[in-house]
């Protein structure tokens, strides 16, 4: 599983329309929503805003936006289900220059364009990460962070009270050896999935 980082804009002419390809790491619905918006806003002047997105196995989606049905979102859509991409959002918004294409030209076009901006982006693997909660004696701080050190992780908090308090992330592949590191109960708040490295 992959996603993309670091994405610059994709710009591709085909017979006078101009696209202009972009990508985005997503987490959830809301957030296709708002760069759906704030597209519209942004380009202005373009005939259509086509996108396809994934975030896990089923919930994936892609739009036409006006273009014959599949010739665009589906090509679009094909690219990140090509290469492994999850969490992410692929964008061609197509300003039209007068030309038609017919349907083989737009999904030749759409697909060059999400091809074009994947190459332009970083592709990250993912790395499935748990959010802990735990409690430890002063005594054996330093040697938790020395057991760390041989997964990936990242302390996002800690209180320093009666007992050391740390929240952070951990590699879930990890979490059962800090379970028996700690002999103590560990409160998980959550799975999710996040780049490797997301912390460096």
Request: hydrophobic content about 40%; proline content about 2%; glycine content about 4%.
């Amino acid at each position: 599983m992959f996603t993309l980082l670091n994405s610059k804009k994709t710009l591709l002419v085909e017979k006078n329309s101009t696209f202009i390809g972009r990508v985005f790491y997503i987490k959830n619905l809301e957030e296709v929503k708002r760069i759906v918006e704030n597209l519209k806003k942004e380009d202005k002047k373009c005939t259509h805003i086509v996108y396809a997105y994934r975030l896990l196995n089923n919930q994936f989606n892609y739009s036409d936006d006006g273009e014959p049905k599949n010739t665009a979102g589906l090509p679009v859509y094909n690219i990140i289900e090509k290469n492994d991409l999850y969490f992410t959002m692929i964008t061609v918004t197509r300003y039209f220059g007068g030309i038609k294409l017919g349907a083989s030209g737009l999904v030749r076009a759409y697909s060059k364009c999400a091809v074009e901006t994947v190459k332009n982006a970083t592709i990250v693997e993912l790395v499935k990460y748990t959010l802990v909660n735990l409690f430890i004696e002063y005594q054996n701080y330093k040697n938790l962070l020395n057991f760390l050190k041989q997964f990936k992780f990242k302390i996002l908090k800690e209180e320093f009270t009666e007992k050391v308090k740390i929240y952070l992330y951990i590699e879930t592949d990890g979490l059962e050896k800090l379970k028996k590191f700690l002999n103590s109960e560990i409160l998980v708040v959550r799975e999710e999935f996040l780049p490797f490295n997301p912390f460096s």
